[in-house]
């Protein structure tokens, strides 16, 4: 396996700009899951595909936030219009039974 | 909802003491529990977990942990550590005997130090 791919690793914006991240599981991983990691704070369960189904979205996940998976592959993560307290780490992960690997993550500052 | 919680937040040790690390979790039901460890500069990995069967799980790098289903415990154990076992120690916990799909609910971590 090659492991949990995201790009990009590191991102600055300024608030009110929208950002995107790209997370690519390991192949045959039907299972991928954002989470969001702040100082000082485990990871924070997000959101949650099966194939190209979100099946699960926290309360976390304001309108500002939408995240895909159009063909069951890579899954995108937005943020539109940023805040500063969106900045986090935010992390995938993937998997096929019930241990998820994850990803080096993308680090969003919002300046 | 499940919960986790982790007593030690930071934790300095010698060369060569004993770890445990404490992690104690809420949820009614079968839980399937988790250890991931985070080295500096590198991604959350896989150290333990436990879905069922012996509640005495071995790890990688000889880490341990027991479950007690009484105590709604998962704590971490090394019986000695090394300098190269200093790194951000997560445990987790999802929801048993579902196969899979859950969310995983961490603990806010404990931060290790094991100086020379």
């Known amino acids: 396996d090659t492991g949990v791919s995201q790009d990009p690793r590191h991102k600055i914006t300024k608030r009110g700009q929208n950002v995107t991240f790209r997370c690519d599981p390991i192949?045959?991983?039907?299972?991928l899951y954002w989470y969001r990691q702040t100082l000082g704070q485990g990871p924070e369960f997000l959101t949650y595909?099966?194939?190209?189904?979100?099946?699960?979205k926290s309360r976390l996940l304001s309108d500002r936030f939408s995240a895909e998976r159009p063909k069951g592959s890579f899954s995108t993560l937005e943020i539109q219009r940023t805040e500063q307290g969106d900045s986090a780490m935010y992390l995938c992960?993937?998997?096929?039974?019930?241990?998820?690997?994850f990803g080096p993550g993308t680090r969003l500052l919002v300046l | 909802a499940q919960s986790v919680s982790q007593h030690n937040h930071h934790v300095i040790l010698s060369e060569a003491a004993s770890l445990e690390l404490g992690c104690n979790y809420s949820?009614?039901?079968?839980?399937?529990l988790f250890w991931y460890v985070q080295y500096p500069g590198q991604h959350l990995q896989l150290l333990l977990k436990?879905?069922?069967?012996?509640?005495l799980v071995k790890g990688i790098k000889g880490f341990e942990a027991e479950f007690i289903k009484s105590k709604f415990s998962f704590n971490l154990r090394k019986p000695s550590v090394q300098w190269s076992d200093t790194a951000e120690y997560f445990c987790?916990?999802?929801?048993?005997?579902?196969?899979?799909?859950?969310?995983?609910?961490f603990g806010t971590g404990t931060q290790l130090k094991v100086e020379l």
């Open positions: 436990y879905f069922s069967g012996d509640p």
């Open positions: 192949s045959e991983h039907n299972r």
């Open positions: 987790a916990v999802t929801p048993g005997l579902t196969g899979g799909g859950n969310k995983l609910t």
């Open positions: 992960a993937s998997s096929r039974t019930e241990t998820q690997y």
């Open positions: 595909f099966q194939n190209e189904a979100q099946l699960e």
């Open positions: 949820y009614g039901g079968t839980v399937n």
